[in-house]
Structures are given as structure tokens and as C-alpha cells.
């Protein structure tokens, strides 16, 4: 449900490193959008009337990469992820804004990409783990072993042999824009994001990237994505690797093991 909230000069809407939840619209008064850098408020712009906030929290669960405070006094239609969907059917006029900011987000992306790639025509030529829709890779079986009760029970069976990529994993959802290729139960405090992790297949082998999850993913012990870890393409380089889906305490710890085909 849409809802419309108030603030005050001064009032801050969320900080940097909030958790995500929603996306705002303001019909009324002026926020400015700052960013912490070596301890120091650096400003990012300065929004206005019919201007939208916070929309990446529409598709991901990342924390907070920025703070949003109002200037004046300010009044935002609050748009929360989990009736975003249903805004395409009641109101279409603010999801159509909602989707415009996000196709502007992924404009300035590609833009970026672009420069990069201009600047280092070496580096930046591929992606570092090309992706392969739909197919097997031809010379390695990929398993995932449940460790835990709770993982176990995830899997459609233990091992669970993973046969195509991009191979996504997330929380289960009835929100008709989340795409899973497994899709895991969760329940509140939520280890797992509604878009949490990919196998994916590139030139090299088999690689997991994080997707947007807040607290990311543990690879062998190492943080991947998340607020610090992370957010390229990691690959798998040993027989066996050891998996936990949200934070070191997350019940959802796994086996990943790579078999190749003679």
C-alpha cells in the first residue's frame, strides 16, 4: 500500500547502510542525498518535487548506499517492494515513474561501462564471467550438498545437481518480477534475499556471483557481496567449497562440489 509520510527541515528519510524496503516520490519540498567518504558528508544531488529516491530497493536488498535528509518540509508517497507489483495493476502512473528511474539507473550503468571501456580496452573488453543461458557446462558436474537440516530441506534432493546457468537462488516469493531458479523459504529476520546468488558458467569454469542480497554470502569463509564483500564474479577453483547464504550464523550452509568428466 502506498502510503504518504511527512518530514521535516532536517529530518533525515533513511541513513546510509539502512536496510532496504522502499522507494519514495516526493509531492512536495526539497531532500538532499549525501554520502559518508573518509568520515566526511560528501553531497550527491539535491531532488525535488516529482523526483524519486531509494528505487533500487525495488530490486535488491542491499543496505543503503547513500542518506536522504529533508531540506524543507517535505511530503513522499513511500512505495515498500512488496506492493510494488501491485502498483502495475492500481496505479500504473507510479510504477511507470518507479520503472523510468530504473532504466535511467541502468542508462548511466551502461554509460559508465562505456567510459570504462574506453579508458581500458584491455580490462574492460568481456565481462569477467561471460554468461551461457541455458546449457550445462560440457566437462563439469555441479552439485550442492545441503549441511544443515534446514539446508537439506531447500534442495529438491541432497545432492542437488545444478544443470543450467545463470542458475539463480533466492527467497521464496509470490512477487511475479522475482526470477529463482531455487527458491528457499525464509522468514523474518531474513537471511536470504528475495535476489541472493547466481552460479553462473563463464570461459574459465563455474563462478557464483552475489545479486543484491543484504548480508551477502560466505565462499570458504570469504565474504562475497553484501555490504563488504565482493560483488564480481567469484570463481570456483577447488573440488569442494563451502557455501552459507546470509550471515556466518545462517543456517543455510552448503556443500558445492565440481566433478569433472573424463
Known sequence: MITLRKFQPGEVIFRENDESGSAYIIEKGLVEVTREVEGQDVHLARLGEKEIFGEMSIIEERPRCATVKAIEETVVQEIPRSNFSQSLQSDPDVAMSLLKALFERLREANATIMELQKDMPLACHLPEVPVTHGEKHPCVTVLLEGMTPTAVKTLPSNP???????????????????????????????????????????????????????????????????????????????????????HVTSPFKYKICLHTKE
Not at 214 to 242: A, C, H, R, Y
Open 160 to 246: 542437488f545437481e545444478i544443470k543450467k546457468f545463470p542458475f539463480r537462488i533466492g527467497r521464496e516469493s509470490h512477487d511475479p518480477l522475482v526470477t529463482n531458479d531455487l527458491m528457499i523459504p525464509d522468514s523474518s529476520p531474513y537471511q536470504i534475499a528475495i535476489h541472493h546468488l547466481a552460479f553462473v558458467q563463464g570461459k574459465d569454469g563455474i563462478g557464483v556471483v552475489d545479486r543484491g542480497s543484504q548480508f551477502g554470502s560466505l565462499l570458504n569463509g570469504d565474504q562475497l557481496g553484501g555490504v563488504d564483500g565482493d560483488p564480481k564474479p567469484v570463481m570456483l577453483t577447488e573440488p569442494e567449497s563451502i557455501l552459507v547464504l546470509g
